[in-house]
C-alpha cells in the first residue's frame, strides 16, 4: 500500500508505502503521530473496503462495518539478557 502526502494531526506530508503479506512496526517518540499514522490508514481501508461491496450490500453494514478494527499494537520495547 502507498501512502501519499498523508496530513493528521501531526503528521505533515507523509510519503510511505507499507509492504503486503509482511510484518512491520512503526515506533517513534511520544507524540510523533504513531497512533495518528495506524487510525487513518484503518479508516482509510474501512472506506475502501465499503467500497468495493454492492450498494444493495449497504443496509447490512450499519453495525458491522463500525466495529471493524485494523489490529495496531503500540507499546514499549523492553531489552531482554539471553542466558
Known amino acids: 500500500m502507498k501512502v501519499n502526502q498523508l496530513i493528521a494531526n ?9 509492504p503486503f503479506n509482511k510484518s512491520f512496526g512503526i515506533a517513534g517518540l511520544s507524540g510523533s503521530g ?18 468495493l461491496l454492492p450498494k ?21 520495547t523492553q531489552q531482554f539478557r539471553w542466558r
Open 10 to 18: 501531526n503528521i505533515n506530508k507523509l510519503d510511505t508505502a507499507i
Open 34 to 51: 504513531k497512533t495518528t499514522f495506524c487510525q487513518t490508514i484503518g479508516e482509510e481501508s474501512k472506506k475502501r473496503w465499503v467500497s
Open 56 to 76: 444493495a450490500e449497504y443496509q447490512y453494514l450499519s453495525l458491522s462495518a463500525r466495529r471493524l478494527h485494523l489490529i495496531c499494537v503500540t507499546g514499549k
